[in-house]
């Protein structure tokens, strides 16, 4: 007998549920909120771009008028940004039952966070290690929560040079740079799936395959095949649905599309590639990120 293909149809209800989805403006966070936005969620907005969000958040109420939107700001490339978000999300919340940690950038040129970080190490994984911890106690605290990580197949070609993590010594490669941040996200979920007590909260990571997002606008060429080849929003973010509420989830799993290459398709189980499951290297990521970020869990 066939399986059926997992879709929205297979998220409950999610009546009082509060969803942190980081990156709730364009792309798979946007689409992801107006999913479960239509499910009755609160959902925490989580954006660098608060009139953007207004404008998105409109946009979702006129397809469901009673969604439950909270706009709150979030720089991740700023622990200050970072730690004003958990500070005030904290005194407004006493629960926090799925953190989405959706929001990156891709292939930009060359720049540092302002706390020094190389931006796309900084944004992708060092500012969601931070936010993370700071709301890790939260989660714990919340009955059957989860945190959600959006890694990329780009993880294949990750390879970090710990001792030049913030590309302060070698020419930039702003590719290499990216793959190694989404390498990053594995190692950061591997690891945390390890440190969480039976299963809690249940960590999972996902990819969307090639989905055609903003994300792209840096890179030419990916942005002119990304017409051709790659697949809608609503099929790329059906992998982070899934990492999000699949019932038969497992502390590290890894969802992403079950097509063409891994670029395209329903959402399944996947393997990420023998580096990332490297515990020498998972370990060594999480100290240094403790050191770089001055967040314990």
């Not at 700023?78 to 500070?87: G, P, Y």
């Not at 605290?141 to 913030?166: E, W």
């Not at 039976?198 to 606008?217: F, Q, S």
Request: positive net charge; glycine residues 8%; charged residues 20%.
């Amino acid at each position: 007998m066939k399986k059926s293909n997992w879709t929205t149809q297979n998220i409950p209800d999610q009546t009082s549920k509060i969803i942190i989805i980081t990156g709730a403006t364009s792309g798979l966070g946007k689409q992801a909120t107006k999913v479960l936005a239509g499910k009755n969620a609160t959902i925490i907005m989580a954006v660098r771009n608060i009139k953007k969000a207004e404008t998105v958040a409109s946009e979702i109420k006129g397809e469901s008028p009673d969604a439950k939107l909270d706009i709150r700001q979030l720089d991740l490339g700023s622990l200050n940004s970072i730690k004003t978000f958990a500070t005030s999300f904290l005194k407004s919340y006493d629960k926090l039952d799925i953190l989405i940690n959706n929001a990156g950038v891709m292939a930009c040129p060359y720049s540092k966070t302002e706390d020094g970080f190389e931006i796309q190490m900084g944004t992708n994984h060092f500012g969601p290690f931070a936010l993370t911890g700071l709301l890790f106690d939260l989660l714990k605290k919340t009955p059957n929560s989860r945190i959600v990580s959006t890694s990329s197949f780009a993880h294949l070609q990750g390879n970090i040079d710990f001792a030049d993590i913030n590309w302060e010594t070698r020419d930039y490669n702003t590719t290499k740079a990216y793959a190694d941040s989404k390498i990053a996200n594995l190692y950061f979920i591997y690891e945390l799936a390890k440190k969480c007590q039976n299963g809690h909260p249940l960590v999972t990571a996902c990819h969307p395959g090639w989905t055609k997002t903003e994300l792209d606008r840096y890179s030419g060429i990916t942005e002119f095949l990304g017409n051709i080849f790659a697949q809608k929003v609503e099929m790329g973010t059906l992998p982070t649905l899934r990492a999000a509420f699949d019932v038969d989830a497992k502390p590290g799993d890894f969802f992403g599309p079950n097509g063409w290459f891994g670029i395209r398709g329903y959402p399944v189980k996947v393997q990420s590639n023998k580096l990332s499951h490297n515990e020498e290297l998972t370990k060594k990521l999480w100290e240094v990120s403790q050191q770089q970020t001055g967040i314990s869990y």
